[in-house]
């Protein structure tokens, strides 16, 4: 009780706690009560709080006056309870946690220590930057609630403005006129082969290379934005390719090229999966690798939310390549 009476500040502010005769005890004399109480002794308990004996005698007379009630029999040596004063007592003290809990509660919470994030994601492959970064951040602030929505762009940036996400991550290099956006990290774009495929034995491959080949995309996740990719790399080009969409998880694709489906293209993070039956090429003509950016509201001032961003800020100053690169062939759709 000591630790919990001291937590708790030491006011004479004309507020404090209503009761049934309708007028306003001061939360100070609850306090000084409670230590009275605890120690069973006037001066230990003024010394306890430092504050005077006098002060502790007049707020606890005070108090039975109010109350019309007897809260301690007074002796030579100390005081000790009455019964209706060991009543009111453990009422006060329940009270009391409850307040001291509900401050360090908004005192957690108002330092990002405390409370819930919600966190939209392309994807979270074992091992990647994402997942990493969230890993760290849930060790640093284990008192965060993390929700999670895998989506496509578009959708993330639609929960953003419904207020249903706090940030999300997603891959490009966005700007929009109503949200906060800052690129991360990046990743080289890869092509992800059977591992029967011609090209499967070379060190690398082209865009030349790949045209007239069957890309596998998803509906969801970046599947709308590697379409984009892929129809803008292989415009013009001959033999014409076919793209095909399937409404599957990233790993169901990446079985399905590995049993000759066709091809599709990941970011270097997808290869970490090590998928049976596919390769992971590097395509030598894509200009730049591809970079992932985060993306939040401005009215979101949330101190949660700035302890992500500014632990992704430290995990990129670590890895240089996360910040070096320019805009983004990718767009949202």
Same mark, same amino acid.
Request: hydrophobic content about 45%; charged content about 20%; aromatic content about 4%.
């Given at each position: 009780?000591?630790?919990?009476?001291?937590?708790?500040?030491?006011?004479?502010?004309?507020? %404090? $706690?209503?009761?049934?005769?309708?007028?306003?005890?001061?939360?100070?004399? #609850?306090?000084?009560? &409670?230590?009275?109480?605890?120690?069973?002794?006037?001066?230990?308990?003024? +010394?306890?709080?430092?504050?005077?004996?006098?002060?502790? +005698?007049?707020?606890?007379?005070?108090?039975?006056?109010?109350?019309?009630?007897?809260?301690?029999?007074?002796?030579?040596?100390? $005081?000790?309870?009455?019964?209706?004063?060991?009543?009111?007592?453990?009422?006060?003290?329940?009270?009391?946690?409850?307040?001291?809990?509900?401050?360090?509660?908004?005192?957690?919470?108002?330092? %990002?220590?405390? =409370?819930? #994030?919600?966190?939209?994601?392309?994807?979270?492959?074992?091992?990647?930057?994402?997942?990493?970064?969230? %890993?760290?951040?849930?060790?640093?602030?284990?008192?965060?609630?993390?929700?999670?929505?895998?989506?496509?762009?578009?959708?993330? $940036?639609?929960? #953003?403005?419904?207020?249903? #996400?706090?940030?999300?991550?997603?891959?490009?290099?966005?700007?929009?006129?109503?949200?906060?956006?800052?690129?991360?990290?990046?990743?080289?774009?890869?092509?992800?082969?059977?591992?029967?495929?011609?090209?499967?034995?070379?060190?690398?491959?082209?865009?030349?290379?790949?045209?007239?080949?069957?890309? &596998?995309?998803?509906?969801?996740?970046?599947?709308?934005?590697?379409?984009?990719?892929?129809?803008?790399?292989?415009? %013009?080009?001959?033999?014409?390719?076919?793209?095909?969409?399937?409404?599957?998880?990233?790993?169901?694709?990446?079985?399905? $090229?590995?049993?000759?489906?066709?091809?599709?293209?990941?970011?270097?993070?997808?290869?970490?999966?090590?998928?049976?039956?596919?390769?992971?090429?590097?395509?030598?003509?894509?200009?730049?690798?591809?970079?992932?950016?985060?993306?939040?509201?401005?009215?979101?001032? =949330?101190?949660?939310?700035?302890?992500?961003?500014?632990?992704?800020?430290?995990?990129?100053?670590?890895?240089?390549?996360?910040?070096?690169?320019?805009?983004?062939?990718?767009?949202?759709?």
């Amino acid at each position: 009780m000591r630790r919990r009476l001291h937590s708790l500040p030491m006011t004479d502010r004309p507020w %404090g $706690v209503p009761t049934a005769l309708g007028s306003r005890i001061p939360l100070a004399s #609850l306090i000084q009560t &409670l230590a009275v109480a605890e120690h069973l002794n006037f001066r230990h308990a003024a +010394s306890a709080l430092g504050v005077s004996l006098s002060s502790v +005698s007049a707020r606890v007379k005070t108090l039975e006056e109010d109350l019309g009630v007897i809260l301690f029999e007074r002796h030579a040596r100390g $005081v000790r309870l009455t019964e209706a004063g060991r009543r009111f007592v453990e009422h006060v003290a329940a009270g009391v946690d409850q307040l001291d809990h509900a401050v360090k509660t908004a005192s957690l919470a108002a330092s %990002g220590e405390h =409370g819930r #994030l919600r966190i939209g994601v392309h994807a979270l492959i074992p091992h990647s930057f994402l997942a990493s970064l969230i %890993g760290r951040y849930r060790e640093n602030h284990p008192l965060i609630d993390i929700d999670m929505m895998e989506g496509t762009a578009r959708e993330a $940036v639609m929960q #953003l403005r419904a207020d249903r #996400l706090d940030i999300a991550f997603v891959a490009g290099a966005l700007e929009l006129p109503d949200c906060h956006t800052r690129r991360i990290w990046t990743e080289p774009l890869l092509v992800a082969l059977p591992e029967r495929h011609p090209l499967a034995g070379r060190d690398a491959t082209t865009w030349a290379d790949l045209a007239g080949e069957t890309f &596998l995309v998803r509906h969801g996740g970046t599947g709308p934005q590697v379409q984009d990719h892929i129809l803008l790399r292989l415009a %013009g080009r001959w033999p014409t390719s076919s793209i095909q969409r399937f409404d599957v998880e990233r790993g169901t694709l990446l079985s399905m $090229v590995g049993h000759g489906f066709g091809i599709t293209i990941v970011g270097a993070a997808t290869s970490l999966l090590r998928t049976s039956g596919v390769v992971f090429l590097p395509i030598a003509d894509e200009p730049e690798p591809i970079p992932f950016s985060a993306v939040w509201s401005p009215s979101n001032q =949330g101190a949660a939310l700035r302890n992500l961003l500014d632990l992704a800020s430290e995990m990129a100053r670590v890895d240089p390549s996360a910040l070096s690169c320019r805009d983004s062939v990718l767009s949202l759709p």
